[in-house]
């Protein structure tokens, strides 16, 4: 596992630079954003992406065929997958609330964008990598889009109620602040877990 995990940063590092880089400068620009809109959603999204990105790399190596004849069994392979997807959301996600505390003192608010961040980073992996076992990349990315394209509906819904921040649109039409968004954390990990057994089940059966 630590060997695919190497693997995969090695091959972020070198292939997946333009992310990297686009990530980066939005961290430089969001401080001096007028509002935490969809440009700090979009950050998450990015990294949640990068999984797929890697797999597509994969898939143009034909390293779905060369690990077969390493000591790696597909099981390793997902997982190697939804780890590396985890560790940078979590790096993205840290950065993000850090830079949220300096702007904002508002315990409340800080709660709930860290957890609408870490719904909407854990939504996009649970549901984009099952879809790239199963079909392939190239259909992995439809999935991204159109993903992509309801965060962006959502937060212009948002603009146009008068809020930039979806989370708290969301905590309008919930009724409540806190506890639907804390709802939605737990759901969250759950549909990982979920979608993780499902990628490995799928993985499993697919003929490479």
């Known amino acids: ?17 333009s ?4 990530i980066a400068v939005f961290f430089v620009i969001i401080p001096f954003s007028d ?15 990068i999984p797929v990105t890697l797999v597509a790399y994969d898939e143009k190596e034909k390293w779905d065929l060369y690990f077969q004849t390493l000591p790696v069994s597909k099981s390793d392979y997902v997982s190697a997958k939804y780890l590396t997807g985890l560790i940078l ?22 709660l709930a964008y860290a957890s609408f961040l870490f719904i ?12 790239v076992f199963k079909f392939g990349s190239v259909k992995g990315r439809i999935v991204n889009i159109v993903l992509i ?15 930039a921040s979806l989370e708290t649109v969301l905590n309008v ?15 969250a990990t759950l549909l990982l877990v979920v979608s993780w057994i499902m990628s490995v089940a799928i993985y499993k059966k697919k003929e490479i």
């Open 1 to 17: 596992m630590k060997g695919l995990l190497v693997k995969d940063f090695t091959l972020l590092f070198k292939a997946c630079k």
């Open 19 to 22: 992310i990297l880089i686009i």
């Open 35 to 49: 509002s935490y809109g969809f440009l700090n959603y979009y950050v998450i999204i990015l990294a949640a992406m």
């Open 89 to 110: 959301e979590g790096i993205v996600f840290l950065v993000l609330v850090v830079l949220r505390r300096l702007s904002y003192s508002n315990t409340n608010d800080l």
């Open 120 to 131: 909407l980073g854990t939504v996009f992996l649970s549901v984009n990598l099952p879809v």
């Open 149 to 163: 394209i309801i965060v962006f509906a959502l937060s212009f819904i948002g603009m146009e109620l008068g809020s």
């Open 173 to 187: 039409i919930s009724g409540k602040y806190n506890m639907p968004l804390f709802s939605g954390v737990i759901a």
